[in-house]
């Protein structure tokens, strides 16, 4: 086999071939391109192969050219073809360079054990190849899929679990053991899994009961207030009691503990706390109209005042009050309260069914569980959710999946019983990288599982059009991106300094790549590659508005009944 290319430079991070003749350098037949392979021997028959990320021209005579290809090197190929990540092993001088053909590409990539062998993707320049990753790698790391508007993303990640869902160990009828969590914040992927286990906002149950105090304090205090710490406080005071006598034979119940209480007793207590006035003589007496009372200790008042709402003495004279709460602070901590737990819109958290479910319930309905309605996929419909509880949402469902996966782990010992992806559809709106106090519990529990859920079988898939808003706590933590158009500079840079290999100015070309076009690149992939997404079906419903075509349609009529309606559910 003639070399067809002369190496004129070895650097470390780059190679540079010289071709006279371009078309007699390409007789390959296939697409060559910035983002081709080609093959750089040397005289003990071993190879780099490298990754061209430019050309340039130069004028050498009078109508003479000679072209200039700048490539960097991905991997190394030895005596017995087998490829080894690097480019720092060819024997120097190299003999010269050619196009890489795609049978040894394909076998480069076929490296990985057929039985590991995953592939969603073909390479771009020449689709007859196909593009496998590690499954085991891909998935049990967390990995990362980025791409503007319009990119593709979303069909790369239907594609993603549906090939997953749908692949087998043997001849075995039924379900395969995936699980897949997909957090759905656009309403785009029922389409896409027509068998999935469903739930939006009409069949979710989330009791608030199951909150953290993290997540109690986001839902009822607002952090900008200047009584916020007051409210915290008593707040604390307040549901660890309930908690307490709710729970009377449990101990150690602390405001974080998971068990029941009633948020409506504990509104009934501070209603109570800020209407309350004392005996001025005897402060320790409360003034509850026609019956007053001195109490032990607060716990002891606090025990009655969950009970019902009183009346009490008004400070008419000098013999009557006001007690420590009495002086307006608690009003809008009060409204807010009641506000949350009277709107049909959070049903899903305080509503009688939400709240009479058991844990375990809750759990078998998110993981698929559901008795003769098993699914390897739950999609979880966001788009319904309040946005001022989107994030308390996600940090609850992620938190109790995380949690289940730990104690799976430690029933089952090494052997991970049910591995579980938690796929994080426009993960940038409730795990930015702006520390807002909106956002910590959410953030709080996804960086948790970013951090330590890959010891416990449970892995994240981070898809965002805005990666360089993300928690950068959690994107480092992926170990595979899938990379597509990419056309605001912030994201390109930042996604540029995140990816584990060095792929030269390949990374440039993130702004003109095509709709269901992308670059892979990870531990999971043999060498970084710039890739076709397969067509996945059916398709999620991401399509985007034919504007034009609308608009030239006649005028309709909109009926606002109806979507008044929709309001006031």
């Given at each position: 086999?003639?070399?067809?290319g002369?190496?004129?430079s070895?650097m470390?991070?780059?190679?540079?071939?010289?071709?006279?003749?371009?078309?007699?350098?390409?007789?390959?037949?296939?697409?060559f391109?910035?983002?081709?392979?080609?093959?750089?021997?040397?005289?003990?028959?071993?190879?780099?192969?490298a990754?061209?990320?430019?050309?340039?021209?130069?004028?050498?005579?009078?109508?003479?050219?000679?072209?200039?290809?700048?490539?960097?090197?991905?991997?190394?190929l030895?005596?017995?073809?087998k490829?080894?990540?690097?480019?720092?092993?060819?024997?120097?001088?190299p003999?010269?360079?050619?196009?890489?053909?795609?049978?040894?590409?394909?076998?480069?990539?076929?490296?990985?054990?057929?039985?590991?062998?995953?592939?969603?993707?073909?390479?771009?320049?020449?689709?007859?190849?196909?593009v496998?990753?590690?499954?085991?790698?891909?998935?049990?790391?967390?990995?990362?899929?980025v791409?503007?508007?319009?990119?593709?993303?979303?069909?790369t990640?239907?594609?993603?679990?549906?090939?997953?869902?749908?692949?087998?160990?043997?001849?075995?009828?039924?379900l395969?053991?995936?699980?897949?969590?997909?957090?759905?914040?656009h309403?785009?992927y029922?389409n896409?899994?027509?068998?999935?286990?469903?739930?939006?906002?009409?069949?979710?149950?989330?009791?608030?009961?199951?909150?953290?105090?993290?997540?109690?304090?986001?839902i009822?205090v607002?952090?900008?207030?200047?009584?916020?710490?007051?409210?915290?406080n008593?707040?604390?005071?307040?549901?660890?009691?309930?908690?307490?006598?709710?729970?009377?034979?449990?101990?150690?119940?602390?405001f974080?503990t998971?068990?029941?209480f009633?948020?409506?007793?504990?509104?009934?207590?501070?209603?109570?706390?800020?209407?309350e006035?004392?005996?001025?003589?005897?402060?320790?007496?409360?003034?509850?109209k026609?019956?007053?009372?001195?109490?032990?200790?607060?716990?002891?008042?606090?025990?009655?005042?969950?009970?019902?709402?009183?009346?009490?003495?008004?400070?008419?004279?000098?013999?009557?009050?006001?007690?420590?709460?009495?002086?307006g602070?608690?009003?809008?901590?009060?409204?807010?309260?009641?506000?949350?737990?009277?709107?049909?819109?959070?049903d899903?958290?305080?509503?009688?069914?939400?709240?009479?479910?058991?844990?375990?319930?809750?759990?078998?309905?998110?993981?698929?569980?559901?008795?003769k309605?098993?699914?390897?996929?739950?999609?979880?419909?966001?788009?319904?959710?309040?946005?001022?509880?989107?994030?308390?949402?996600?940090s609850?469902?992620?938190r109790?999946?995380?949690?289940?996966s730990?104690?799976?782990?430690?029933?089952?010992?090494?052997?991970?019983?049910?591995?579980l992806?938690?796929v994080?559809?426009?993960?940038?709106?409730?795990?930015p990288?702006?520390?807002?106090?909106?956002?910590?519990?959410?953030?709080?529990?996804?960086?948790?599982?970013?951090?330590?859920?890959?010891?416990?079988?449970?892995?994240?898939?981070?898809v965002?059009?805005?990666?360089?808003?993300?928690?950068?706590?959690?994107?480092?933590?992926?170990?595979?991106?899938?990379?597509?158009?990419?056309?605001?500079?912030?994201?390109?840079?930042?996604?540029?300094?995140?990816?584990p290999?060095?792929?030269?100015n390949?990374?440039?070309s993130?702004?003109?790549?095509?709709?269901?076009?992308?670059?892979?690149?990870?531990?999971?992939?043999?060498?970084?590659?710039?890739?076709?997404?397969?067509?996945?079906?059916?398709?999620p419903?991401?399509?985007?508005?034919?504007?034009?075509?609308?608009?030239?349609?006649?005028?309709?009529?909109?009926?606002?009944?109806?979507?008044?309606?929709?309001?006031?559910?």
């Amino acid at each position: 086999m003639s070399e067809k290319g002369e190496v004129v430079s070895v650097m470390p991070d780059k190679i540079r071939v010289q071709v006279k003749d371009i078309e007699d350098f390409n007789d390959t037949g296939e697409k060559f391109s910035v983002g081709s392979y080609i093959r750089v021997s040397d005289l003990e028959d071993c190879a780099i192969i490298a990754m061209v990320e430019n050309f340039s021209i130069e004028q050498i005579g009078e109508g003479d050219r000679k072209y200039i290809l700048e490539a960097v090197p991905i991997g190394f190929l030895d005596n017995d073809k087998k490829f080894l990540r690097g480019g720092n092993n060819i024997a120097i001088p190299p003999s010269g360079a050619e196009p890489a053909h795609s049978n040894e590409i394909q076998a480069i990539f076929h490296q990985i054990d057929v039985d590991k062998r995953f592939c969603f993707s073909k390479l771009l320049q020449d689709t007859k190849i196909e593009v496998p990753v590690d499954g085991d790698r891909f998935f049990n790391k967390h990995f990362a899929i980025v791409g503007s508007t319009g990119s593709g993303k979303s069909h790369t990640v239907a594609k993603i679990l549906q090939e997953a869902t749908q692949m087998r160990s043997g001849n075995y009828k039924g379900l395969n053991n995936s699980h897949i969590v997909i957090f759905d914040i656009h309403s785009e992927y029922k389409n896409a899994f027509p068998n999935s286990n469903y739930m939006d906002v009409s069949n979710l149950k989330l009791p608030y009961w199951l909150m953290n105090g993290e997540e109690l304090e986001e839902i009822f205090v607002e952090t900008g207030e200047n009584q916020a710490y007051n409210q915290i406080n008593l707040l604390r005071r307040l549901i660890t009691r309930n908690k307490q006598i709710k729970n009377a034979n449990d101990e150690d119940i602390s405001f974080d503990t998971p068990v029941r209480f009633s948020i409506k007793e504990v509104l009934n207590a501070i209603i109570n706390l800020s209407k309350e006035t004392r005996d001025y003589k005897e402060p320790d007496k409360i003034r509850i109209k026609d019956n007053p009372k001195t109490y032990k200790t607060d716990d002891d008042k606090f025990d009655e005042y969950f009970s019902d709402i009183f009346q009490y003495d008004e400070q008419k004279n000098s013999s009557v009050s006001k007690g420590i709460y009495n002086d307006g602070s608690l009003e809008k901590f009060i409204s807010r309260i009641r506000n949350k737990i009277m709107d049909k819109r959070f049903d899903f958290l305080f509503g009688d069914k939400s709240v009479d479910s058991s844990l375990e319930a809750i759990l078998t309905s998110l993981i698929g569980y559901t008795t003769k309605n098993e699914s390897n996929v739950t999609i979880i419909d966001l788009s319904g959710v309040p946005f001022e509880v989107l994030s308390i949402t996600v940090s609850l469902i992620s938190r109790m999946l995380f949690e289940c996966s730990y104690y799976l782990k430690q029933i089952n010992g090494k052997d991970c019983f049910a591995p579980l992806l938690l796929v994080y559809e426009e993960a940038h709106k409730y795990v930015p990288k702006m520390k807002d106090a909106k956002y910590n519990s959410s953030r709080i529990a996804i960086e948790r599982i970013a951090k330590e859920g890959r010891k416990y079988g449970i892995t994240l898939a981070i898809v965002s059009q805005r990666p360089s808003e993300i928690s950068e706590t959690i994107f480092s933590q992926c170990s595979n991106f899938v990379v597509m158009r990419l056309t605001n500079p912030q994201d390109q840079n930042y996604v540029q300094r995140l990816l584990p290999d060095n792929i030269g100015n390949v990374t440039n070309s993130l702004p003109s790549l095509g709709s269901g076009h992308a670059i892979i690149i990870g531990d999971s992939i043999i060498m970084p590659s710039l890739v076709k997404i397969e067509q996945c079906s059916p398709e999620p419903d991401s399509n985007d508005i034919e504007y034009l075509q609308e608009w030239k349609k006649q005028w309709r009529d909109i009926d606002f009944e109806k979507v008044v309606g929709k309001y006031e559910q």
